[in-house]
């Protein structure tokens, strides 16, 4: 079974950016939709944005203009671009495969 691995979480100041990927230890191209979701302390897991295998995209409204997620079937990645982050982003990101296979997460924190 395809195993997802995040990166690149951490702490950043408000209007900061960050770059989480997503690496699959198999072929993602069989997963037609990719995705990032966050889950903050006290709140349900939900969606940040998703990718279809020919690239179309969907993003939640809090994240809209802001995230830009990105994949790679070649290189079997999942990226999300994090801009102009708020105090309200911080969460653990996880990424999904189908909403099937889970990575571990990984903590972006956004604070002064």
Same mark, same amino acid.
């Given at each position: ?7 690149? =979480?951490?702490?950043? $100041?408000?209007? @900061?950016?960050? &770059?989480?990927?997503? %690496? ?7 997963? #037609?939709?990719? =995705?990032?979701?966050? $889950?903050?302390? @006290?709140?349900? &897991?939900?969606?940040? %944005? ?7 995209? #969907? ?11 990105? &994949? ?11 801009? #102009? ?28």
């Amino acid at each position: 079974q395809v195993q997802l691995v995040e990166s690149g =979480g951490g702490l950043v $100041q408000p209007g @900061g950016s960050l &770059r989480l990927s997503c %690496a699959a230890s198999g072929s993602i191209f069989s997963f #037609n939709a990719m =995705g990032w979701y966050r $889950q903050a302390p @006290g709140k349900e &897991r939900e969606l940040v %944005a998703t990718i279809t295998r020919g690239g179309i995209t #969907n993003y939640a409204d809090s994240v809209r203009g802001r995230f830009t997620i990105s &994949r790679d079937n070649a290189k079997n990645t999942v990226n999300l671009q994090l801009n #102009n982050l708020k105090p309200e982003d911080t969460a653990v990101y996880y990424c999904t495969a189908k909403g099937v296979i889970w990575g571990q997460g990984t903590q972006v924190t956004v604070s002064s």
